[in-house]
Nanobody, 115 residues
Framework: QVQLVESGGGSVQAGGSLRLSCAAS????????MGWYRQAPGNQRELVAG???????NYADSVKGRFTISRDNANTAVYLQMNSLKPEDTAVYYC?????????WGQGTQVTVSS
């Protein structure tokens, strides 16, 4: 089992920045990929950014050049730096980790961007 706890969400005006953090505990040494997903009202949950162990990060086209994902080598945390935020970035953001293909999720943190 892996437990994931997000923090850092909030409200910001368009053009502003937020940094999300996710603390992992439990079977952290078995984690393969860590990442961030988001879900806006009425929409499906979508991948925002992912970082595989030892691999290059990947991003949704809508956030490329604005968001940066990072994770520590000990698998204890993953971060999402979000710059130049837009109203369409408004969503609940979920931290995610995969162990042998099984996903684990945090409880989510709300990000609201006003125009």
């Amino acid at each position: 089992q892996v437990q994931l706890v997000e923090s850092g969400g909030g409200s910001v005006q368009a053009g502003g920045s937020l940094r999300l953090s996710c603390a992992a505990s439990g079977r952290i040494f078995d984690i393969d990929t860590m990442g961030w997903y988001r879900q806006a009202p009425g929409n499906q949950r979508e991948l925002v950014a992912g970082a595989a162990r030892g691999g290059r990060p990947n991003y949704a086209d809508s956030v490329k050049g604005r968001f940066t994902i990072s994770r520590d080598n000990a698998n204890t945390a993953v971060y999402l730096q979000m710059n130049s935020l837009k109203p369409e970035d408004t969503a609940v953001y979920y931290c995610n980790a995969f162990i042998r293909g099984r996903p684990y999720w945090g409880q989510g943190t709300q990000v609201t961007v006003s125009s």
